[in-house]
């Protein structure tokens, strides 16, 4: 089956995001995910000038070759354009076979290891109380999971508590909007937030908290330790990853789980955090990583480290990449956990999907391929709008990580 054409589009159902349509001579077409928010255009314009004239003419069964030859074959390496470039590419080629061979994806990544797959869902409030009472909408909704954040007092704009409840959104039109930190203030408020949560709602669920890259790793090991009676599921991006020695210091401190990886590209970013046991959840996503192709690999060799996947399930990131990582969930053995930020209706009109919700859990579905399309003409009516993530600075003015 020859490669005939691929498309880029581009549209923004209340936010951006970027598809790639790849097209084959039998008539079967493939759908794959390239949004990297904030800096959409670069994907789009890799994809048009340097990947699409390469795929035409390539046999579409051939997803390790295609994937090799992209990722070798640009010899610059890396990075979040480059692989979510090639992801979009990896995504729409398991969708044609799967198509092909009339058969959903988990089938192809080895048929399923679980009946569902259990994601975690957000709870965000701008006070404590607030997000207390969330997290009981999300347990009355059915979630076994949530991820608590909460606004902090004195600081402005605080990661986690953003437009809407179930369809949080970081990015906004026009520059980049400035929030502004204090770890002192966040040190001493989180452990509250935990808490009164438990206090609240008790211990039968999973509790999750993202620190999103804020805490030096003597900062993360204090917060890790104070979290403790309070039995987080995990204790998210505590640190910018980097430095991935870094973690050594937290692990030596905590016994609180730990999960990085959303700004991860390539296997090659953990191999210190696997081999030596550093971190409990890998978190690189389908989009982010790749594709399914380059994340077999991971979870392959974060099983042997006794590490399981949690994947990046952030609105940012398209129907279509929900979909493959919900595949890929319900095959591997060492899955963990997905996380699952809803969409607006107007994003999931545009991508029409097999997958369901129900009761904590999420079920991929039995379509053929991925099981997500995509409406053109819907797409249509929304055009592209750019939009930045925030930038994030300490209250004396200095730029920090957001
Ligand atoms: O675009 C950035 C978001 O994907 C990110 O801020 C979300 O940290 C995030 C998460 O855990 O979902
Ligand atoms: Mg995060």
């Not at 794959?32 to 789009?44: H, I, K, P, Q, S």
């Not at 590490?307 to 591997?332: E, K, V, W, Y």
Request: glycine share 10%; charged share 20%.
């Amino acid at each position: 089956m020859k490669i005939t054409d691929a498309k880029v589009f581009i549209t923004s159902p209340g936010r951006n995001f970027i598809t790639l349509k790849i097209y084959t001579d039998e008539g079967i077409y493939g759908l794959g995910d390239a949004t990297l928010n904030g800096r959409e255009l670069a994907v789009v314009s890799y994809l048009q000038e340097h990947v699409v004239p390469c795929l035409i003419g390539r046999d579409a069964f051939q997803v390790e070759d295609i994937w090799q030859y992209l990722y070798r074959g640009a010899y610059w390496r890396r990075g979040p354009v480059t692989m979510s470039a090639i992801a979009a590419v990896d995504m729409a080629l398991w969708d044609i076979k799967g198509k092909a061979l009339n058969t959903p994806v988990y089938n192809l990544l080895g048929g399923k290891s679980r009946s569902g797959v259990m994601v975690y869902g957000h709870a965000n409030g701008e006070t404590l109380e607030e997000t207390v009472d969330e997290v009981g909408r999300y347990l009355d909704m059915g979630y076994v999971a949530v991820r608590a954040q909460s606004g902090i007092p004195g600081l402005k704009g605080v990661y986690g508590v953003g437009r809407g409840k179930l369809f949080y959104e970081p990015a906004e039109k026009g520059l980049p909007p400035e929030q502004t930190w204090s770890t002192e203030k966040y040190l001493n408020f989180a452990p509250k937030l935990f808490k009164k949560i438990r206090e609240t709602h008790g211990d039968d669920f999973h509790l999750l908290h993202d620190c999103h890259h804020r805490l030096t790793p003597i900062e993360a090991a204090r917060l890790g330790k104070e979290s403790e009676p309070y039995h987080l599921f995990w204790l998210e991006d505590t640190v910018p990853a980097e430095l991935q020695e870094g973690f050594r210091i937290i692990r030596q401190h905590t016994t609180t789980p730990l999960a990085v990886g959303e700004v991860f590209n390539t296997i090659y970013d953990m191999t210190t955090l696997f081999t030596e046991q550093l971190i409990d959840y890998i978190r690189m996503s389908v989009l982010r990583g790749g594709g399914l192709t380059h994340l077999l690999k991971v979870a392959a060799m974060a099983s042997i480290y006794h590490i399981r996947t949690g994947f990046h399930g952030a609105t940012d990131l398209s129907p279509i990449t929900m979909a493959a990582a919900l595949h890929f969930d319900l095959a591997i053995n060492n899955f963990g956990i997905q996380e699952y930020m809803r969409h607006t209706p107007e994003t999931d009109a545009v991508f029409p999907h097999a997958y369901t919700f129900e009761k904590g859990f999420m079920y991929p579905g039995d379509a053929p391929g991925l099981g997500v399309d995509y409406d053109e003409k819907l797409a249509e009516k929304y055009p592209y709008d750019r939009a930045y993530l925030p930038v994030n600075r300490k209250l004396d003015g200095t730029m920090f990580n957001w």
